[in-house]
C-alpha cells in the first residue's frame, strides 16, 4: 500500500529553483507532522525540513534560508520549496511523518548541475 508519494523533482542549474510535493493519505497526514529527507549516493537518508503538527518548522543548517516546508490540508499535500539551489542538493528526496515514520515512497530525484 503505497501511502507516500513525492513528485516534482528535476534536472536544475545552480541557482534555480524546484518545488516538490507529497500527498499522503488523509489519516497520516492529519495525525502527523510530515518531514521532508533527502539521500545522495553513497551517503544515508538525513532530514531536511520538518513541519511539526503544532506547525513549528525545523531545517537542517545546509539548507536553512533556502528551503521552505508548507503544506496543504485540502489536499493532503506537504511541499518542499527549494531556491538557490546547489549542486551538493544532489540527492533522491522523500517525504515521511515525523517523528515516527511509515514506509518509505519511492521519492523524487533531484539534480543540480554545476
Known amino acids: 500500500q503505497v501511502q507516500l508519494v513525492e513528485s516534482g523533482g528535476g534536472l536544475v542549474q545552480a541557482g534555480g529553483s524546484l518545488r516538490l510535493s507529497c500527498v499522503a493519505s488523509g489519516r497520516v497526514f492529519s495525525i502527523n507532522g510530515m518531514g521532508w529527507y533527502r539521500q545522495a549516493p553513497g551517503k544515508q537518508r538525513e532530514p531536511v525540513a520538518v513541519l511539526a503538527r503544532s506547525g513549528s518548522t525545523n531545517y537542517a543548517d545546509s539548507v536553512k534560508g533556502r528551503f521552505t516546508i508548507s503544506r496543504d490540508n485540502a489536499k493532503n499535500t506537504v511541499y518542499l520549496q527549494m531556491n538557490s539551489l546547489k549542486p551538493e542538493d544532489t540527492a533522491v528526496y522523500y517525504c515521511?511523518?515525523?517523528?515516527?515514520?511509515?514506509?518509505w515512497g519511492q521519492g523524487t530525484q533531484v539534480t543540480v548541475s554545476s
Open positions: 515521511n511523518t515525523v517523528p515516527n515514520s511509515i514506509a
